[in-house]
């Protein structure tokens, strides 16, 4: 996101404070009538027994420069006398509500326009301890700041996810200020101090410099009283992620053990377990239980963040890594660390293992050949002998399909000559790479797993790992895979297994297929998903699927935009250049907001 854009969501962000900050309503009883004064930004309003009588609209913030504003409307009490109301509102700093009645003043009222950030929004803090309270964990993980964190240029992600993506350079000049501003608060912990910190706090996200912020605040050697105060004074106020961040940080550090429960409860939100993990490993004795704990109570980017920061000191720690620390959607940000913390080759070396344990390890083992292209990850799976250790168990366990699946991805690995390609001058590795397959050969021939896929797939129930393995052994599912397809319109899986047999008839039946059922005017999120995964399986297919091809140009998603930009780039002009598909990326070209879309945008219409 470039410059323009970051400073609209800050510009856009100070709008909605200020009109939070000025939205105010005054109400007077007179003689049994009631006097209402509505205050917004842009609009007051007198209302008279529950009717609107006279309002000022504003069509520009500027208009509040001139400071005053006037209203007025009748009165008519029960004696039938009527009584002249009027109203004046405005100041800059203070803002006033006068009323008067008759010329008679029945109300004087002062409003300091602070503007401090965390007034008028909810804190995170109680929101967090209050859906802790109520059902024992977190269960939605949205926050109360989202409306400033996400805009038309900020799509909303999972909680702990938009950390991953700060790369920690330290910023000594923002730590400094922090620790100043800091310092000023402590000494004098009023409403400015208080503000200047805060301010400065959200200048940069923690994630950027966390560990050398808590070395700079370890070196300040604060007054850990006063610290205490100002960081749960900042965790019981703060309106805004970074806030929390910051003084869970702080309070970890210094009086981490004090607050472990307090820490902990926060920790649950995925938003804040790492800092939660970072600051127990800094401020508390035997610090690996209570993070064990978060990480087994915790899904997404929190256990992530929380398995990275465990060490694993005790058995149970590492066997939970092993059977559970990847389980999930996020297994390939946790796999390798898993493997490494909970020992595998060391619990793969025995001459038993629980089924559980085999479950586990396979799903690290598939996981990091799924990332193979990393030499380091197979360097990690042959000098320890996993690979080796885990088939031998294998002959005991692998029963099902489920038990099967990871034999099948070692099979893959092993078999692949783009792989081993790059491999082929380490004779030591090649030779265990043979022995493994030799190992392996017996489970992979045995026609068991092949029946097993089709059985499971003429049951018309999606099974991934059954159509995986049916792909594996080359099987003619096709028709299966369509009537699938009939049942379950919107399920990617099926879409993508499709894609994957590689036959042209089928992308053409495929393609009919989803502009009957994915182009609807406003897509549903699995529609989109199934959009997206034909769009980028159309690269090979030139001319097939035009109209899914327009329908994502026009969708006004750019993960899609660019998917069928990338689309038309490899296929030949001829085929594409038509009004309707030029004018979609016309307008990409020219409205879009994301840089690398209108690029390329450009780049296809300067195509002859």
Known sequence: MGFKEEFKREMNNAMKDIEKEVHHTWKLDYQGHSIEVHHQLKEEQLIIDGMTVDKNQRKYLLSHIMPYSRLSGTLLTDDGVKHKVTVKLGGFI???????????????????????????????????????????????????????????????????????????????????????RFEQQLTDPTNKTRKATYEQITFDHMASSASEFIERLEQAELDEALVEQEALWLLEHAAHREVVKFAVLVLGTIHGEKHRDLLFTIGLHSEFTAYVSMALKNGIREPDQTIFALAQSTQGYGKVAAVEQLEATTPDMKYWLLTKGCEGSLAAYSAYTCAVKGDLPIALYQEEISKELYNGAGRIIQTLLDEAVDHDIDDYLFETATLFRFVSHARHHCESLTDFYPIMKIDEFLSSEEIWEDRSDDAWKQQERLSIQEAIRPMVNNPKWPQLAMDAIEQRIINIEAIEVARHYKLDIRSQLFELLDLNPTDQHVYQAI????????????????????????????????????????????????????????????????????????????????????????????????????KLAKQLLSKP
């Open 499 to 598: 894609i994957h047999s590689n036959h042209r008839e089928d992308m053409m039946d495929l393609c009919a297929f989803a502009e009957r059922h994915l182009l609807a005017a406003e897509l549903s999120t699995e529609q989109e998903k199934c959009l997206r995964c034909i769009v980028q399986g159309l690269y090979d297919d030139e001319g097939t699927g035009l109209p899914l091809v327009l329908a994502a140009l026009e969708s006004n998603k750019e993960e899609l935009q660019y998917s069928a930009l990338s689309v038309l780039e490899c296929w030949t002009p001829s085929v594409w250049q038509e009004p309707s598909v030029l004018a979609a990326i016309k307008t990409i070209a020219t409205t879009s907001k994301d840089k690398d879309d209108r």
């Open 94 to 180: 203070h803002f006033n509500c006068i009323i008067k009645i008759d010329n008679k003043l029945v109300l004087n009222n002062s409003h300091k326009l602070d503007f401090l950030p965390w007034e008028h929004k909810e804190p995170l803090v109680p929101y967090i301890q209050r859906q802790v309270q109520m059902h024992g964990t977190i269960i939605n993980d949205d926050l109360p700041d989202d409306e400033y964190v996400y805009d038309e240029n900020h799509r909303r992600v999972a909680a702990g996810y938009a950390d991953y993506g700060v790369v920690e350079v330290p910023n000594p000049y923002h730590n400094k200020k922090l620790i100043e």
